[in-house]
């Protein structure tokens, strides 16, 4: 096997891993969440995620004002992301929202259009529809019976999407380095996150060193920052810039799949054939909102992490 196909090979392989961490990234959230409160295991997670990626804020220097606002201002929408998706999780299972988060894909051309004047393409509007029936099949089993944590997790989603539309708009026009980019986002959400502990949680210092079994909690903690934050965000960047666009489509639209196998087989859930049906659904939609339908060809665009 010749260089540039072990090179293909490998980034189809990292992304693929990129796919495994993240589906199971929820089920990890659930478990973690019986130790350590919400907030908490927010300011952990990201708290040790900014430390590591500190040194990327050197490239800060010379970025101007306005844009160093509108940089922070990703930071706050992912903090929001990140608080309904997680509290999401402590009403709802893991594989729905494994399903539901990746509404994001296809709400994005919605706010495109609401926000950037993009009008969605006939292929966006039909991937509108059919993520909208899966999110129906896969909630209640298609009983329409929606619950706190769905509805938690469909505003992560649609909060995901702004976050993407304002990101889009601040890189276009800048050079900063993808770790810096995830740098400030993580510094943001840690001194949000860390704002609300001190408000809402009583003693979580104590409550942490007093924790019952700590090394399966830490061990959660550094998966996500590990596994979920730095390896992933690495991966999917290494591969982007070796493999197609469809290829990285198609590998990374497995993610849902893979959180509702690890959720059925580490916390037990059970999935209604219902349920699969409307999970597939949704993953198509996904898939038909990255694709952009051009006469005579067929260009797919990578998905945004």
Not at 66 to 78: E, F, H, S
Request: hydrophobic residues 55%.
């Amino acid at each position: 096997m010749n260089a540039p196909h072990k090179s293909v090979l490998l980034s189809d392989l990292m992304l693929l891993a990129v796919a495994v961490v993240w589906g199971t990234s929820y089920g990890v959230v659930k478990s973690a969440l019986f130790f350590y409160p919400v907030l908490g295991l927010l300011a952990l997670r990201f708290g040790i995620t900014f430390l590591l990626l500190s040194p990327a804020l050197l490239s800060l220097r010379d970025l101007p004002r306005a844009k160093l606002l509108q940089l922070l201002g990703t930071g706050v929408l992912l903090l929001s992301v990140f608080l309904c998706e997680t509290f999401g999780l402590l009403h709802t299972t893991a594989t729905n929202a494994a399903f539901l988060i990746s509404l994001c894909v296809m709400l994005t051309p919605l706010v495109e259009w609401l926000w950037l004047k993009r009008q969605p393409t006939p292929m966006e509007w039909c991937a509108v529809g059919l993520s909208g029936l899966g999110a129906v099949l896969l909630s209640g089993d298609g009983k329409w019976i929606f619950n706190w944590g769905d509805a938690l997790i469909l505003l992560a989603a649609l909060i995901r999407a702004l976050q993407v539309c304002l990101l889009k708009s601040v890189t276009t026009s800048t050079h900063l380095p993808a770790l810096t980019v995830t740098a400030v986002q993580a510094g943001v959400v840690t001194v949000g996150s860390l704002l609300l502990v001190f408000i809402f949680v009583p003693s979580p210092l104590q409550t942490l060193i007093a924790m019952e079994n700590s090394g399966a909690f830490w061990g959660y903690v550094v998966y996500l920052v590990l596994a979920c934050t730095l390896f992933a965000f690495f991966a999917q960047n290494y591969a982007i810039k070796r493999s197609s666009p469809t290829r990285v489509a198609l590998l990374m639209g497995s993610e849902p799949l893979f959180g509702g196998l690890f959720a059925m087989f580490w916390l037990g859930e059970s999935v209604s054939y219902v349920g699969w049906l409307g999970g597939g659904l949704i993953v198509a939609a996904c898939l038909l909102a990255s694709v952009r339908w051009v006469p005579g060809k067929v260009r797919v665009i990578a998905p945004t992490a």
